[in-house]
Every structure is written in C-alpha cells, then in structure tokens.
C-alpha cells in the first residue's frame, strides 16, 4: 500500500530514517519545519520498501528524493510510487521538476516513461558529476503553439504551429526573382534580403494566424545547415523574441525540419526511412521514434537538386531548374542513355558524374551538329535520378524491416519521383507519406513541426546558441 507519512506516527518515521539513514537524517524535524515536504511510503507487509520526498510548494510540485530499497528494486515499485504522486498532484500542481543524476540511466528512463523531459543541464551538481533537471507537465489539455524561424537560403520564413501537426499561419517570402538572374542564390544579397523581410515577415505571419506574440510557447529556429549569414539572421531574431517574451528557444537542424513537413499531413510513423532530397541535400535516414536520427548513407559530391539546377544552366533552363524539367520531363520520352550513378549496395549517392554525362552529351551532339531534343533529355535524366533514388531506398526499406516511408526535402515535389515511390509502395504494401507540394521548398511550418518534437527530447538551448553551415543530424 502506498500511504503519505504522518509526522504523529513515530513508528513509520523511525523506520523510514533507519532504511534510508544515508540520505534522510532527521525527518521529524524536515515535517516540522518545512510546511513544503512530504513523504510518500510504498509499504509491504508493515515494512517501507520505498518512497518519494516532495515538497508540494502552491502549484508546483518538486520530487526531493526518491528511492527503493536495493533488494526490492525492479519489482514495480518505484513505478508504482510516481503513478501515486501523479494521480495525487492531477489538478493540483502545473508541473512537477526533479533533478537526476545524468548517469543515473534507470531512473532517467523511469522518468521519461511518465512523460517528464530534460529541461536544462546542472553541470557538476553532484560533485563532479552533472545533474539534469527534468519536468512533467501536468497541464495535458494544453496545446502548445511554436512560432517557427526559417532563413537558411533564400526564403524568409515565418510559421504558427499547434502541437507539432497543426498548421495556423505561415508566410514565405521568397528571394528567387532577386537570385535568378545570377543562376543561383548569392549568399551576401540573400542575407540582406533577409534582413529587409524579417519584421514584416512575422507580423503578417501573426495577422494571419490572429495571436500576439504572448500567446507563442515556444520559438524554433533552424540554426544550419545553410548560408552561414543568412542563419544568422533567424537566428538573431529568434533569441531577441524568446529574451524579449521569455520563451524557451529550441535550435531545429533543416533537415529534421523537413522530415517534419510530413507530420504536417499524417503523424509520423516509426520506425521509418526517410529519403531527404533537397539543393543541398541527398540522404536516406532511418528513425525508430520521434527525433530520433540514424544516417544510413548521403551524396558523395553534388545533391540531386544542385543536380537538377547544374543540368538546367546546359539545356538553358532558368533557376531554380527542378520544377521545370520536372515538367519538360513528362513531355518528352527517355531516349537519351545515361549512366546509373554509384549503382551499387551502399546507401550513398553520386551525382556529379550523372551531371558531367549530361554536359557530354549536349557537348557531343553539339559538335555533330544535332540538336538536342531537351524534352527527351529531361525525361532520360529524370528517368535514371528516379531509378537510383528509388532502388536505394527500396533496398534500405527491405534491410531495415521497415513498412514507412517519407520524402522529404525541394526535390519531393517532383512529379516523376512521387509517381514512381507512390507505385512502388502500394506493391510493397509499405506505408508513404509525400509533403505537400508548397512545404516540400524551405518554409518555417516544418521548423515549428519539428520544433515541438525536439522540445519534448528536451532540446532547449540558452542565448550562446550559434548557427552552423554545417551540421550533422543528430
Ligand atoms: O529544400 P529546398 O528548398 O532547399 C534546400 O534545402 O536545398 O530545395 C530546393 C531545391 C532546388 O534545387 C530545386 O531545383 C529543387 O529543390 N526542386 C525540384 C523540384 N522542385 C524544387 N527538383 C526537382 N523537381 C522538382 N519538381
Ligand atoms: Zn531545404
């Protein structure tokens, strides 16, 4: 039975100070003088096997300490010990805190098990070894709206996002009329133009969403990979609000932002490969549970949408080529032969040498005086981008016994790629989920998406936070 100690019952109070006299010295004088603590017994038999210290201060609960005996633990009983306090602390605190050993790995599993979070490192809080305070919120009903930050290329971006799925607003401001006549973006005027955007950029994303700045929990940031000033600019502007309105700032990599376009249409389903392909990007990456990263392999040297954007300047295509030669591709027929790149067992990519074929071939028809028919080379080189994208993820589905899919990233918008993943699943009974269209380029509704996830894996991060060109996802 589980019973909260009474200070009159001297018996109780004895035998709780004998089991655990290594950290509890003088409980009677704790009760008498700190109108805060209280005890929570697990008895068996007349005998305390465990309990938990916690101070029940207003409406905030904080566990003191806790423990089972050594020769009863595993048996449930710490597990039945936090359900109690739970249940009893519903409707009565807004949360509860705790700090834990970070070594101590049971205890922390106990704890994420009952849905607490890390919320911030104590470093060196138990002489030496750090600390980690962790919290439950009680308040279960409430939703939770992350204001996401994206400006890591060429679009501006600000979005509202309920509880990781929900979209509210967004705005995007993109840049490519200012970067198309230079065949790319230009780093320097991309994050001028940032500056420029950000202020209207937010107050229209919340005219549009109807909510003010104190009605935002969070603020998500991407904070790389990407141009260097450009992050810089979100960034900025991202700590300047949470110190401003006193939210919590969570740091969000592109690429899980991406990922986390998917959960925008269904909740994600694990475990999953998710095939991320984008300008800068060409990776497969599996996930067991939520913002949970395993790299399996990614390009060698270009991303398939540099890819698509390198080929565009030889057939004359303006930039951003993907979309455009997406659709020539469905005009033409696959005539032109091309090499499979890096055709091999691993889950990495090439594309430079598919690239380099391409410029060949016009190079060669050219000097004999053809003309090329580019319909037909779009087709051709879309055509073997799908096959290799399609086999590598196929072979890593089957390897890892995984029934999900997810594209992500600029390129999932393609045409042929969807048409193609979306038949070869439904043969293969496996699970798929494709962006939709408008969030498949950079937007900020995938950073907030992916900001409430890495909130709940306890990814705070303090006013030192930096941004990065390049990041591992980790
Ligand atoms: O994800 P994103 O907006 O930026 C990066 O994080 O890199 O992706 C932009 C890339 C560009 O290279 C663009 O050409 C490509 O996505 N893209 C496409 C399509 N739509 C955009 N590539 C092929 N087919 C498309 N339909
Ligand atoms: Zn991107």
């Not at 009863?72 to 949360?95: A, C, M, P, R, S």
Request: charged share 25%; glycine share 6%.
């Amino acid at each position: 039975m589980i019973v909260e100690l009474d200070k009159n019952n001297k018996e109780l109070i004895e035998q709780l100070e004998h089991h655990f006299h290594y950290v509890l010295m003088d409980v009677l004088s704790d009760l008498e003088s700190n109108p805060f603590s209280n005890y929570l017994l697990y008895i068996d038999n007349g005998d305390i096997k465990g309990y938990i210290n916690y101070y029940l201060m207003y409406d905030r609960a904080e566990i003191a300490n806790f423990d089972v005996l050594i020769e009863y633990q595993n048996q449930g009983i710490g597990t039945k010990l936090l359900d109690n306090l739970i249940k009893k602390l519903e409707g009565k605190v807004i949360n509860i805190t705790l700090e834990v050993r970070c070594d101590n790995e049971k205890a922390i599993s106990l704890y994420k098990k009952f849905n607490f979070i890390d919320k911030a490192l104590r470093k060196n809080y138990y002489n030496g070894i750090d600390g980690i305070l962790m919290e439950r919120s009680m308040d279960k009903m409430k939703d939770v709206y992350v204001l996401g930050i994206e400006s890591s290329c060429d679009e501006t971006s600000f979005s509202i996002v309920k509880n990781g799925c929900e979209e509210i607003a967004t705005v995007v401001s993109s840049q490519i009329d200012i970067h198309k006549d230079y065949g790319g973006v230009v780093p320097e005027i991309a994050s001028r133009a940032h500056v420029k955007n950000v202020t209207f950029v937010l107050e229209e994303c919340l005219t549009k969403a109807h909510m003010t700045m104190d009605e935002i929990d969070l603020i998500a940031v991407s904070n790389g990979p990407g141009l260097i000033g450009s992050l810089l600019v979100g960034l900025e502007s991202a700590k300047t609000l949470a110190w401003l309105y006193h939210k919590p700032l969570i740091p969000v990599h592109h690429i899980a932002g991406h990922i986390y376009a998917n959960n925008l249409v269904k909740r994600l389903s694990f475990p999953l490969i998710a095939l991320v392909i984008s300008g800068g990007h060409t990776e497969l990456i599996y996930m067991d549970k939520d913002y949970s990263f395993k790299k399996l392999g990614s390009t060698l040297d270009d991303a398939v949408g540099e890819c698509y954007d390198k080929v565009g300047k030889v057939i004359d295509v303006d930039y951003p080529a993907g979309p455009k030669i997406d659709k020539m591709a469905h005009e033409g027929s696959h005539t032109y032969n091309l090499p499979m790149p890096l055709n091999d067992a691993s889950y990495n990519f090439s594309f430079s040498g598919l690239k380099s074929a391409v410029i060949n071939l016009v190079h060669n028809e050219e000097q004999r005086g053809k003309e090329i028919n580019k319909e037909d080379l779009a087709c051709s080189f879309q055509e073997v981008v799908v096959d290799i994208l399609t086999k590598k993820t196929l072979n890593a589905l089957d390897e890892y016994h995984v029934k999900n899919l997810i594209l992500a990233g600029g390129v999932s918008a393609n045409r042929g790629i969807r048409e193609r993943f979306a038949n070869l699943c439904e043969n293969k009974n496996i699970n798929y989920t494709f962006p939709e269209i408008k969030y498949c380029t950079d937007n900020a509704a995938m950073i907030a998406a992916a900001g409430y996830y890495a909130y709940l894996d306890g990814r705070v991060a303090d006013y030192t936070l930096n941004a990065y060109s390049n990041m591992e996802l980790k």
